[in-house]
């Protein structure tokens, strides 16, 4: 029997040091709380390095920031990524309100450390966060920071009120064109003159606003920060009364104290309007001019823009799919130059495709009988126009009354205009999956002889299985009791298709009631038979397919 025994190590296992790091926070910049900042620093720089047990991992520190919200913090949120990559064991903090002052934001950081074998101990209060009761304490000790932090807040909003109340301004950021001087206003020259130009190339000479934003930028005039000309920058300035020596207080607010995000005033709390505080730069007739003209170019559009022409489509065409309302672009087809009206989603392309000018003016010639279009006519009987993905048409009338026309979209197309022939079926298939149109799509064949175009329906999304148009009108003749396929009585008896993954045709008829068709696509082929010539040609294309590719193929 072998025997064992035990080889006692000859060299003592050193213990581990922890790897220990400090952090520490101010949510102000006073000079009293930076030097609070800097003895924190130094105080946990020489706690760590005189213990033999750890290693100094370094101090982290947040100054001027508040702690409500931990990704506002950026040596917080490094501390943590060094803790997940495991170059910190244990975080020490001076109390649970310097660490967060928002109870989630607390727990969960804490679990987080906790799940990475990270302690976090809080010298004030004596906790770890590895201890059996540390999490209770937390929880009680956080809510009350945070309760701390709602309380500040809500006096610093009833001081802010009170100031305004009594006219005195309650920020100390001046517009452009002012600085802030003991809360009160005092004009640049300098910036004044540029604000005077602003008005004036606006009313008088009656510039676009993103032209004088342009012009600015090119006579390299800097801004309030020293940055660029920005169109949005200089509307405010053109609606704001401060240059007319008022002043609007509380126009903005902090809804939540944790989030600490400024949110605008539009009537959920009192603003105060204070008139002739301070020294104006333009005078009230100039800046009422400026608002009539703002006006006027909200009611306008995009066609405040002299570049844009307008005629009696622009505004009415509305897409079914995003709300937006198309605009006209020229483009160029084989017959000339042309108009076409397309969607323009914003930050997007839209799914719904362009129209033809010259189409819409058919359109509406058949819908209301008239056999020449006018423009005058078009604006007087016609509100709008709606254009949607299912092949139809709406016209909405002035008189109350709605009017559809069903199109048919040809691939073919650069405009992907409609197709007269099919658009009895266009709209009616239904995909039973998602509830999309199927749509027409052709294919050309060729034939010994001849080459031949045969068309299928299918669903865009779900690329299912094809119906061939031939047959799907041969059966809705069957389903109808007709010798053939008849447009009209199609329209008539049936308002839809409906097309099920397990190939089940329903049909749902005018009159309510519906009946469910198996659908077995038919074998074209059938009888087809290869003659030897045909065998032998087929054989030899083949050969060559495969030496062309590189296949290993050996016949066997």
Known sequence: MAKISRVEPKIPALPEKKKVAAYARVSKDSEKLLHSVSAQISYYNDLIQKNPDWEFAGVYADQGITGTRSDLRPDFVRLIEDCEKGRVDIILTKSVSRFARNTVDLLNTVRHLRDLGVSVRFEKENIDSMSGDGELMLTILASMAQAESESTSQNIKWAKRKQAEQGIMTNTVAPYGYRCEDRQLIVIPEQAEVVRRIFDDYTE??????????????????????????????????????????????????????????????????????????????????????????????????????????????????????????????????????????????????????????????????????????????????????????????????????????????KASPLKTRREDISVLSGKIICGRCGRPFIYRSQIWKGKERDYKQAYWNCPDCKGFNLRDDDIRNLIAEVLGTAEFDDVTFTEKVNRISVDADKSLTFEFSNGRKKTVEWHQKNHRAGFTWSPERRQTTSEKMKKLRKERGDNWVKS
Not at 223 to 246: E, F, P
Not at 337 to 358: H, I, V, Y
Request: proline share 4%; charged share 30%; aromatic share 10%.
């Open 205 to 410: 000479k009656d510039l676009p606003i993103r032209m004088i934003a342009k012009n600015l930028n090119a006579e390299h005039i800097p801004g309030q920060k020293g940055n660029h000309w920005q169109a949005c920058t200089v509307y405010r300035m053109l609606s704001n009364v401060v240059y007319i020596g008022d002043l609007v207080l509380l126009k903005y607010f902090i809804a939540d104290p944790l989030e600490h995000r400024m949110v605008k005033n539009r009537g959920e709390q009192p603003m105060y309007y204070v008139e002739d505080d301070h020294e104006p730069i333009v005078s009230r007739g100039v800046f009422e001019k400026a608002g009539e003209r703002l006006r006027r170019d909200a009611e306008l559009g995009v066609y405040a823009n002299r570049n844009i022409t307008r005629n009696e489509f622009s505004q009415k065409i509305i897409c079914k799919g995003c709300g937006c309302k198309f605009s006209r672009q020229s483009t160029k087809l084989k017959t000339g130059r042309t108009f076409a009206w397309s969607c323009k989603k914003p930050g997007g392309k839209c799914m719904t495709p362009s129209l033809l000018e010259n189409e819409l003016q058919d359109i509406f010639c058949k819908l209301t009988g008239m056999e020449e279009y006018t423009p005058e006519a078009f604006s007087e009987m016609v509100d709008s126009v709606e254009v949607g993905l299912d092949d139809v048409i709406t016209f909405n009338f002035a008189n109350g009354t709605t009017k559809d026309y069903q199109f048919i979209r040809r």
